[in-house]
């Protein structure tokens, strides 16, 4: 069964930096992308980059480049998204998916979701 | 504002049909495939249609998609209760150096 489980909910303060986790079992972890994607409280999804563990090439959305660092462990099946310095803007839920490029099949499964809050 | 265009909301009755619009343009929905996303309160989002008409295993006859020029639709027949969530449209847009992009999600609701 592919599974995707993100690491657990956080409270930071702006200025801090974070790295949350996305551990992925059920299938070859190193032949599919892995997508990031952003929900702000009440708001929609948005898009904020991809990684291929195989070979951790990396993709970023023009809204998020600069702003975070996507990366990835293929020796433990996992990718992260990090930041280096919090704003309260970025408080949001984040989920991981996956992509199937073979079949088309775009974020066909999905963490379970990890909230940040970042409050003074 | 998204770069797929959604209406903020929509309903129906128990049993009935409805259809869930998404526009778009040339670089995306226009000359890229669309996918559908059903979040249900609470939860994370479920690929309920990909390549524009296809099902995932588990997701019911129900449940389809269609796509022509830049726009796109997601029907849903035999509305039940526990159809009642936020739908999102997704398609790759080829601007901007490539990028995927969501639509602002259409909250059903079922009376």
Do not use: H
Request: glycine letters at 10%; proline letters at 5%.
């Amino acid at each position: 069964e592919v599974q995707l489980v993100q690491s657990g909910a956080e409270v930071k303060k702006p200025g801090e930096s974070l790295k949350i986790s996305c551990k992925g079992s059920g299938y070859s972890f190193t032949s599919y992308w892995i997508g990031w994607v952003r929900q702000m409280p009440g708001k929609g999804l948005e898009w904020m980059g991809i990684i291929y563990p195989g070979d951790s090439d990396t993709r970023y959305s023009p809204s998020f480049q600069g702003q975070v660092t996507i990366s990835a462990d293929k020796s433990i099946s996992t990718a992260y998204l990090q930041w280096s310095s919090l704003k309260a803007s970025d408080t949001a839920m984040y989920y991981c998916a996956r992509i199937d490029y073979a079949r088309q099949k775009v974020f066909d499964y999905w963490g379970q979701g990890t909230l940040v809050t970042v409050s003074s | 504002q998204s770069v797929l265009t959604q209406p903020p909301s929509a309903s129906g009755t128990p049993g009935q049909r409805v259809t869930i619009s998404c526009s778009g343009s040339s670089s995306n929905i226009g000359s890229n495939y669309v996918y559908w996303y059903q979040q249900l309160p609470g939860t994370a989002p479920k690929l309920l249609i990909y390549r524009n008409n296809q099902r995932p295993s588990g997701v019911p006859d129900r449940f389809s998609g269609s796509k022509s020029g830049t726009s796109a639709s997601l029907a849903i027949s035999g509305l039940r209760s526990e159809d009642e969530a936020d739908y999102y449209c997704a398609a790759w847009d080829d601007s901007l150096s490539g990028r995927w992009v969501f639509g602002g999600g259409t909250k059903l609701t079922v009376l």
